[in-house]
């Protein structure tokens, strides 16, 4: 019995280590055809093995490839395709396949994929890095129930546990039988094309505590969130595939309690580490540590291939960002932030920047780094103070984003505000945990919708106008920024009843939050109004002369104005700073 006309080729999907590339060559033996494995075609373009591409490219690269791959497979006659266990997953890819071609899930159980992982890591050094290590058994089997809908859409499954010969003989007798009436079946390409209705899950197996994944137009990186995560650096850079030496940059404050964490999780995994302690405070955030950065680094011979930790808050997130998106052009960055700035702010999104004497974060870049890991448990020392002040980004965040969070930051105040006494307890320990990664998501979401801060990413500004002119004016010393940001949210709370937007009782909460989390709603005495809006014309990101205001229509939809009259824009100020 021969293949039914007009079926031109098999398409052989499924989970890696399924069998896809053994059975390919076999079943094309059989009918007299070629063989084609994606995986290998895209590694013989490369010229690199895929591993590489995924460190050199990232997963968006890869994917080009893979796309690539799949359009000059379908452009040949009477072959069967084994494709990688993403290809699948996209919509594009999915349809280029599926016509003509019949489409064949090849499955097996976890024990059996592990078991082949093992044999295969035994003689290969190079292991898949995302599938090795402790854990494997249960990432294997969350990854692989995330992409069933997708292996759901074909048109045959074949267990592939035992005999590969018998999975031949069922795999050509149904295409020779059934090929032709299921290529003519209705809906069938429509419903493949279309997918199961959910977003594919990401190529990669991050491994536990993703909390989400930021997704931009250059780089897609996965943001951890735990509690005591810090002990695990070596296991997280593993997974990731940064296999290099790690040159740690670490705020002096954090060196002896949480370095040292750090450190010991990463050499026992088997890392060099080398480590440069920043002293504390915004004046590191400056040209010349940046140079002393260069020095070190270059003195240790650092290589693209290794990684820069950049360990504390949005100074060493900034400081170390800086270092990494230009030595070498570029080196891969893992952020792991230690306050909750840091957290749920400066280290997602990619901007790193340094201050001049002229003015704060005026030489720049936009540089995404290769993965967050916010470790709660560095909370625990943060002064409080420091504490409170992050806590600023959460309630916008909550403003701009989220009003059931506000609710809940409502009634947990006093626990997240204490986490030491947390680290006693699970459950409040998993309340900061969670409060953090519902706010890092919330970040991610905006700034992979809108990278450079074209439109979206704006309002992540919301209290920032008069924020920002409040630090300024007091140089950046008496009041920290979410204390700057609590006083700005106020003012543009005012500002928004004013102009009729929102009501008096949503003014009243955001003062009552602010205060909830021991922040201030007025500023210090001494601070003029005039000195205020003079330092708000100077702000950069005044467009055309212009002043843009974050305003808020109701909780979560905030909204750009540069139609604030200026009474309205003095009142508000006023009632911040007390002064007429
Ligand atoms: N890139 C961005 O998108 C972005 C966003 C917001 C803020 N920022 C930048 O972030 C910086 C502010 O960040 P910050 O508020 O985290 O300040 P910071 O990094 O200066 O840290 C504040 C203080 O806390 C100490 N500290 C940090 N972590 C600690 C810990 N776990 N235990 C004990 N002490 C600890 C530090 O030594 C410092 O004294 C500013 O430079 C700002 O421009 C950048
Ligand atoms: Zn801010």
Redesign the pocket.
């Known amino acids: 019995m021969s293949v039914p006309h007009g079926l031109r080729r098999i398409v052989l999907i499924g989970f890696s280590a399924t069998g896809k590339s053994v059975l390919a060559p076999l079943i094309a033996h059989r009918l007299g055809w070629d063989s084609v494995d994606l995986d290998e075609e895209i590694e013989r373009a490369a010229g690199r093995s895929i591993p590489e591409i995924f460190q050199s490219e990232g997963e968006r690269g890869f994917r080009a490839r893979e796309q690539q791959a799949v359009q000059e497979a379908v452009a040949r006659d009477q072959v069967v395709i084994a494709t990688g266990g993403g290809a699948w997953l996209h919509a594009e890819n999915r349809a280029l396949l599926a016509e003509q071609g019949f489409v064949i899930t090849l499955e097996a159980r976890s024990g059996t994929i592990e078991a082949r992982y093992a044999a295969a890591a035994e003689d290969s050094a190079e292991q898949r890095p995302m599938l090795s290590g402790a854990g494997r058994r249960r990432r294997i089997e969350t990854l692989k129930a995330a992409r069933q809908p997708f292996y759901a859409l074909s048109d045959l499954t074949v267990h592939t546990d035992d005999h590969v010969d018998d999975a031949v003989d069922v795999i050509v007798e149904a295409v020779q039988r059934r090929g032709g009436a299921v290529l003519d079946s209705e809906n069938r390409l429509r419903e493949m094309r279309n997918g199961p209705g959910v977003d594919p899950p990401p190529i990669h197996d991050y491994g536990p505590d993703v909390g989400c994944i930021v997704e931009t137009e250059s780089a897609q990186y996965p943001v951890y969130c735990a509690w005591g995560l810090l002990e695990r650096s070596g296991d997280v850079l593993d997974r990731l595939g940064l296999t290099g030496r790690v040159f740690m940059i670490v705020?002096?404050?954090?060196f002896d309690?949480?370095g040292s964490t750090a450190l010991e999780s990463l050499e026992q995994a088997g890392r060099t580490v080398n480590s440069y302690r920043v002293p504390?405070?915004?004046a590191s955030?400056s040209l010349a540590s940046l140079e002393l950065l260069y020095e070190w680094l270059s003195s240790h011979r650092a290589e693209r291939r290794d990684v820069i930790f950049a360990l504390?808050?949005?100074?060493?997130?900034?400081l170390g960002?800086m270092a990494a998106a230009t030595y070498l052009r570029g080196m891969p960055l893992v952020h792991a932030?230690?306050?909750?700035?840091?957290m749920v702010?400066?280290?997602?999104?990619g901007?790193?920047?340094i201050?001049l004497p002229s003015g704060?974060?005026l030489v720049?870049a936009f540089y995404q780094p290769r993965a967050v890991l916010a470790d709660a448990a560095?909370?625990?020392?943060?002064?409080p103070r420091?504490l409170r002040?992050?806590f600023a980004?959460v309630i916008k965040h909550g403003f701009i984003r989220d009003e059931p969070m506000l609710d809940l930051l409502e009634e947990t105040a006093d626990s997240l505000l204490d986490p030491s006494a947390g680290s006693l307890d699970s459950s409040r320990r998993q309340l900061l945990v969670d409060v953090i990664t519902r706010n890092q998501a919330i970040k991610a979401s905006v700034v992979s919708a809108d990278e450079r801060e074209s439109d979206i990413r704006a309002i992540l500004n919301y209290g920032h106008t008069l924020g920002h002119a409040i630090e300024a004016v007091t140089g950046y010393s008496t009041v920290?920024?979410?204390e700057a940001v609590a006083m700005g949210m106020v003012a543009v709370a005012e500002m928004g009843c004013a102009m009729g937007l929102i009501d008096e009782a949503l003014v009243a909460r955001h003062r009552r939050l602010i205060e909830r989390f021991g922040l201030p709603t007025k500023s210090p005495p001494g601070l003029g109004r005039a000195e205020i809006v003079e330092a708000m014309s100077r702000d950069k990101k005044v467009v055309g002369g212009k002043q843009r205001w974050i305003l808020l229509e109701s909780v979560g939809n905030p909204i750009v104005r540069d139609d604030v009259p200026a009474e309205v824009v003095s009142d508000a100020i006023d009632a911040v700073v007390g002064v007429s």
């Open positions: 705020d002096e404050a954090v309690t949480h504390s405070g915004e955030k504390g808050g949005g100074m060493i997130t900034d960002g932030p230690t306050t909750v700035l840091g702010d400066a280290a997602i999104g901007k790193v920047a201050d704060k974060n720049g560095t909370l625990a020392t943060l002064p420091e002040s992050g980004e920290l920024h979410g």
